[in-house]
């Protein structure tokens, strides 16, 4: 359990399976406007998801690509603000093959419920690292968070 810290994202929608988002290409568009607007960008990119992807048709699944910036601006076409406040978010890193990432979900999930915790809003990752190759295998290095409360008694 970990106490996230509030931050201001400039972001992108994203509508489509998850395995297709262009990280790269949203992250760096999102720097380069917000540089252009003279904003501070600070932190690793942001990812927000709404939707489960096994009860989600994958062109259906909802996100959000961020960046944290700091500054006053407006948002501007394609590119939005979001404030995120601190909460209370279960956390796991995933470094390791795309093809274990559903099972590290899954045991954040089983672990959110086996301690008394329940769910209170799309989960978020944030990326320490770029993906890497490994024997031609995709490696991921994130860092998972579950907004999570007590459950009532």
């Known amino acids: 359990m970990e106490k996230s810290k509030p931050m201001t994202i400039a972001y992108v929608?994203?509508?489509?399976?998850?395995?297709a988002i262009p990280l790269d290409?949203?992250?760096?568009?999102?720097?380069?406007?917000?540089?252009?607007?003279?904003?501070?960008?600070?932190?690793?990119?942001?990812?927000?998801?709404?939707?489960?992807?096994?009860?989600?048709?994958?062109?259906?699944?909802?996100?959000?690509?961020?960046?944290?910036?700091?500054?006053?601006?407006?948002?501007?076409?394609?590119?939005?603000?979001?404030?995120?406040p601190g909460m209370d978010v279960a956390v796991v890193n995933h470094d390791g093959p795309a093809r274990d990432y559903a099972g590290?979900?899954?045991?954040?999930?089983?672990?959110?419920?086996?301690?008394?915790?329940?769910g209170v809003g799309p989960s978020f990752e944030t990326y320490p690292k770029k993906p890497t190759k490994r024997a031609g295998e995709l490696i991921l290095h994130t860092k998972i968070h579950a907004p999570v409360r007590k459950k009532a008694p």
């Open 25 to 84: 290409k949203y992250v760096g568009e999102l720097a380069k406007w917000a540089s252009e607007k003279g904003l501070r960008t600070s932190r690793e990119p942001v990812g927000i998801f709404y939707d489960a992807p096994d009860t989600t048709p994958p062109g259906m699944c909802r996100s959000e690509i961020g960046i944290p910036v700091t500054g006053v601006t407006q948002p501007e076409g394609a590119f939005k603000l979001k404030e995120m």
């Open 13 to 19: 929608e994203h509508l489509g399976s998850y395995d």
């Open 104 to 118: 590290t979900y899954r045991a954040l999930t089983e672990w959110i419920a086996g301690n008394g915790y329940e």
